[in-house]
């Protein structure tokens, strides 16, 4: 069983950026692949950007460009950095591990992009 707890969203004017966090009650060396997903008001769950374990990232092309991933091994901690963001990015962002036990999310931490 592996928990993720996400972190740092928040009420944010366009134009700003926001560093969302993701813990995991595991080494990231135990996840295969972890996930950045989000889901806007009456819309479904899409993917933001993905990393192996190996390092290797996919931004889906229409999230090129503004979401950047990165990590601290040592927190346990995968980050999702979102620049130049606007209202259509609000909405709850997850994170999601793809481990050798199964695929586990995190409860999300909400987005607003409001002026």
């Known amino acids: 069983q592996v928990q993720l707890v996400e972190s740092g969203g928040g009420l944010v004017q366009p134009g700003g950026s926001l560093r969302l966090s993701c813990t995991a009650s595991?080494?990231?060396?135990?996840?295969?692949?972890m996930g950045w997903y989000r889901q806007a008001p009456g819309k479904e769950r899409e993917l933001v950007a993905s990393?192996?374990?190996?390092?290797?990232?996919n931004y889906p092309d229409s999230m090129k460009g503004r979401f950047t991933i990165s990590k601290d091994d040592a927190l346990n901690t995968r980050y999702l950095e979102i620049r130049n963001l606007n209202p259509e990015d609000t909405g709850v962002y997850y994170c999601r591990a793809d481990t050798w036990s199964g695929r586990y999310w995190g409860q999300g931490t909400q987005v607003t992009v409001s002026s």
């Open positions: 990393v192996t374990r190996g390092g290797t990232t």
């Open positions: 595991t080494k990231l060396l135990n996840i295969n692949t």
